[in-house]
């Protein structure tokens, strides 16, 4: 079983910075995927950003050159920097990995952007 602990969610003022971490129980080299998603009330989860075990990214339009993914294998531990905040990014950001052709999810962590 995969454990995933979501942490650095928060209230942040349009135009602020927020850096969400997500710790795996288990060694995160085994991950052939790893993202973040986004739900904001009344609407469906959303791609916010992944990275696969080769380093590939890719970003949602709405986040690109604003938020960086990334994976930290010594520390089991995936990233999402988010720079210039606005308040459509407020949702609750979910850790996703993915094991061969099994997923795994976070509990959520909320990020509210205030104007």
């Known amino acids: 079983q995969v454990r995933l602990d979501e942490s650095g969610g928060g209230l942040v003022q349009a135009g602020g910075s927020l850096r969400l971490s997500c710790a795996a129980s288990?060694?995160?080299?085994?991950?052939?995927?790893m993202a973040w998603y986004r739900q904001a009330p009344g609407k469906q989860r959303e791609l916010v950003a992944a990275v696969d075990g080769g380093a590939s990214t890719n970003y949602a339009d709405s986040v690109k050159g604003r938020f960086t993914i990334s994976r930290d294998n010594a520390k089991n531990t995936l990233y999402l920097q988010m720079d210039s905040l606005k308040p459509e990014d407020t949702a609750v950001y979910y850790c996703?990995?993915?094991?061969?052709?099994?997923?795994?999810w976070g509990q959520g962590t909320q990020v509210t952007v205030s104007s």
């Open positions: 996703y990995v993915q094991r061969v052709v099994i997923g795994y």
């Open positions: 288990v060694d995160i080299g085994s991950f052939s995927r």
